[in-house]
């Protein structure tokens, strides 16, 4: 079976992370950077959640907490996680369970960012190592310039929708142009 890969709008949409410690903490910055509302439920959670300004139930894990939510980072015992998938499941919500791709629906991979740029490498969930390791490798293959390269892009599709410009034709027409960019600079 095969993964459909996806990027998700989180932005002023509810989160739960289940799960205090360190593997949880490190999802944090990318779902806040996302916009999510992010809550946390765990008896205990490490420093680094305490001071991340979100919501946190000091409390095990209730199938209530998956009310409303929209996405859910399982990362707590591989017991707890199963509890968390069955509940998601019944609500027809994703769950990344955090190396424990049994109680997942959602794996996430390694993530570039760049100047406006987001690639993600998966192993649908069978090698995170590996997808971190191509994720270093693809990330060093990127223009220096990407932010020239996404510029162009954004100008070109303006114009392209304006001028009703054929799906078929903007690939060529955009490589011209970032071909363009650096036939300028060689002229000199």
């Known amino acids: 079976m095969e993964l459909f890969p996806t990027f998700l709008r989180l932005n002023g949409r509810r989160v ?23 809550t946390v439920v765990a008896p205990e959670v490490c420093s680094t959640i305490a001071d991340a ?13 998956l009310d409303g939510v929209w996405f859910v980072v399982a990362a707590a015992t591989p017991e ?3 509890r968390v998938a069955r509940g998601a499941e019944q609500r027809q919500v994703f769950v990344n369970a955090v190396d424990d791709p049994s109680n997942a629906s959602a794996y996430l991979g390694g993530v570039i ?4 740029v987001t690639v993600a490498i998966s192993t649908d969930g069978h090698a995170p190592a590996l ?18 390269w996404m510029e162009t892009a954004r100008s070109i599709r303006t114009q392209w929708k304006a001028h009703g410009t054929p799906m078929a034709s903007r690939r060529p027409e955009l490589l011209e142009k970032l071909v ?3 036939a300028a600079e060689a002229r000199r």
């Open 180 to 182: 363009d960019l650096y």
């Open 113 to 116: 960012r760049r100047d406006g």
């Open 131 to 148: 997808a971190g390791l191509l994720r270093e490798g693809f990330d060093a293959l990127l223009p220096a310039d990407l932010g020239r």
């Open 16 to 38: 739960l992370v289940v799960g205090g410690g360190p593997v949880a903490a490190s999802k944090l910055s990318a779902l806040l950077a996302a916009g999510a509302e992010v």
């Open 53 to 65: 300004g979100v919501v946190v139930r000091h409390r095990g894990f209730e199938d209530a907490d």
């Open 80 to 82: 707890v996680n199963a």
